[in-house]
T-cell receptor, first 115, second 112 residues
Framework: NAGVMQNPRHLVRRRGQEARLRCSPM?????VYWYRQLPEEGLKFMVY????????ESGMPKERFSAEFPKEGPSILRIQQVVRGDSAAYFC?????????????FGPGTRLTVL | DAKTTQPNSMESNEEEPVHLPCNHS???????IHWYRQLPSQGPEYVIH???SNVNNRMASLAIAEDRKSSTLILHRATLRDAAVYYC?????????????FGTGTLLAVQP
C-alpha cells in the first residue's frame, strides 16, 4: 500500500510565476490536509479538503493561494505570483477518517524555492 | 485544540530508554493524545495515539496519567535514527476538521 505521494519533491520558481504542488493521498483516504513549514519554523495547518470540497481553509493566506481535491486525481495546492516569502516545505497528509482517533499520514513534502 | 507543553530538548544515549513528557492540563474528555515525530528533512511521521489507556505499538509506548493531564512517550531502546523532533498533539474526538496544531515539540538528540 503506497503512502502519500507528493510531487514534485523540489520546485524552483522565479518571483511572479505560479507553483502547482500535487498530492495523492493513501488509497481509500478521502481526507486531505496541507501544511506549510517555513525555514526554521514549525508546521502550520493551511487547508483541509474532502473530495471536491474545501472544509477548512482557515490557515490559507487570503490571496494567491488556492487548493482543490477533485473527484478524480490528486489534490492540488496552487500558489499564484510567488514571492520569496513563499519559499518553504509544503506537506500533504491524508486520513481515513475524521474523528480524533484517526492518524494522519504525511507525504515527503515539496520544497519550494522562489528565486 | 487544547494546548500541550513539552521540554524544548532532551538527550539520550543509544540503546537506552527515553521518556518524553507532555503536559496537557486543559485536556477535555473527548481529546485524543497523538504523538508525531519529524526526522531532519522529512515529513512528520505518526508514532502513536491514545485516549485513556496506555498503548503499545512497534514504535513506542504511550503512558497516560490517570487524570489524563499528562502523558509520556516511551522509546524502549533509542537508536540514532530516533533523533527527531517529537510533537505531542491533542485532537478532539468530535472535531469538525481534526487538523493538527503543531507546537515546538521536543528535539531529541541520541548520542552513540
Amino acid at each position: 500500500n503506497a503512502g502519500v505521494m507528493q510531487n514534485p519533491r523540489h520546485l524552483v520558481r522565479r518571483r511572479g510565476q505560479e507553483a502547482r504542488l500535487r498530492c495523492s493521498p493513501m488509497k481509500g483516504h478521502s481526507h486531505v490536509y496541507w501544511y506549510r513549514q517555513l525555514p526554521e519554523e514549525g508546521l502550520k495547518f493551511m487547508v483541509y479538503l474532502q473530495k471536491e470540497n474545501i472544509i477548512d481553509e482557515s490557515g490559507m493566506p487570503k490571496e494567491r493561494f488556492s487548493a482543490e481535491f477533485p473527484k478524480e486525481g490528486p489534490s492540488i495546492l496552487r500558489i499564484q505570483q510567488v514571492v520569496r516569502g513563499d519559499s518553504a516545505a509544503y506537506f500533504c497528509a491524508s486520513s481515513l477518517g475524521l474523528a480524533g482517533g484517526y492518524e494522519q499520514f504525511f507525504g515527503p513534502g515539496t520544497r519550494l524555492t522562489v528565486l | 485544540d487544547a494546548k500541550t507543553t513539552q521540554p524544548n530538548s532532551m538527550e539520550s544515549n543509544e540503546e537506552e530508554p527515553v521518556h518524553l513528557p507532555c503536559n496537557h492540563s486543559t485536556i477535555s474528555g473527548t481529546d485524543y493524545i497523538h504523538w508525531y515525530r519529524q526526522l531532519p528533512s522529512q515529513g512528520p511521521e505518526y508514532v502513536i495515539h491514545g485516549l485513556t489507556s496506555n498503548v503499545n505499538n512497534r514504535m513506542a509506548s504511550l503512558a497516560i496519567a490517570e487524570d489524563r493531564k499528562s502523558s509520556t512517550l516511551i522509546l524502549h531502546r533509542a537508536t540514532l535514527r530516533d533523533a527527531a523532533v517529537y510533537y505531542c498533539i491533542l485532537r478532539d474526538g468530535g472535531g469538525a476538521t481534526n487538523k493538527l496544531i503543531f507546537g515546538t515539540g521536543t528535539l531529541l538528540a541520541v548520542q552513540p
